[in-house]
């Protein structure tokens, strides 16, 4: 997999533009399929009690759940009380392209966006590893990405995910807020019916 020259900066935020090809998105896709065969998607509730529009599974060695009131990570899928599946090689494919990371993630966090769905400004930090980036990959629909600095009051920037796009937080905006503002339903045609995956690829420690 090749990069471009250089990525787009917003805010700290590397946004690595149209770097999967068409055929990688689709195998990428069927991968996600196969997780979701054996980690059925979720659609968690907040620690307030308010279910989250967002539908989400994981897979690796551990992945991201809300149980006991409260955000984790776990090493079974909270329904089926499997072991997560292995994340797919085409994913991790991605990940070794532009993390910079010497080692592999512990954790490949699935969100589905549907019609109307969206998710609020939130900071990834229940990972203990934070010298390690975040990779989030955007696939079918378009989303609003915003994103802003280590407080929530930060102002924030906003760009249009598109598919095939990734983006990288890393350095000092590991853990800036960020989030989904909205999507642009049914104008991919990667995604039958329609609808935006997010793939974030996280390292997890003390799990």
């Given at each position: 997999m090749a990069c471009p020259l250089a990525p787009l900066d917003?805010?700290?935020?590397?946004?690595?533009?149209?770097?999967?090809?068409?055929?990688?998105q689709e195998a990428l896709v069927a991968a996600v399929r196969g997780v979701a065969a054996e980690a059925p998607l979720l659609r968690p509730v907040t620690p307030w009690g308010k279910p989250m529009t967002v539908r989400?599974?994981?897979a690796g060695r551990v992945g991201w759940i809300v149980s006991g009131g409260r955000y984790r990570y776990a090493t079974?899928?909270?329904?089926t009380g499997r072991p997560?599946?292995?994340i797919p090689e085409p994913a991790l494919a991605v990940w070794r392209a532009v993390s910079g990371w010497a080692g592999d993630?512990?954790?490949?966090?699935?969100?589905w966006y549907g019609e109307g769905a969206r998710m609020g400004l939130h900071r990834d930090a229940n990972e203990n590893a934070y010298e390690a980036p975040v990779v989030s990959v955007s696939l079918g629909d378009p989303g609003l990405f915003r994103v802003g600095g280590p407080r929530r009051e930060d102002a924030t920037a906003?760009?249009?995910l598109e598919s095939g796009d990734v983006a990288v937080m890393?350095?000092?905006a590991r853990l800036a807020y960020h989030g989904v503002d909205r999507i642009r339903f049914g104008t991919s045609r990667l995604l039958a019916g329609g609808g935006r995956l997010n793939l974030t690829f996280r390292v997890v420690s003390d799990v």
């Open positions: 917003l805010k700290g935020v590397a946004v690595w533009r149209g770097l999967l090809a068409p055929e990688a989400m599974t994981s079974e899928h909270p329904e997560w599946p292995a993630p512990d954790s490949m966090l699935v969100n906003s760009l249009w890393g350095g000092a």
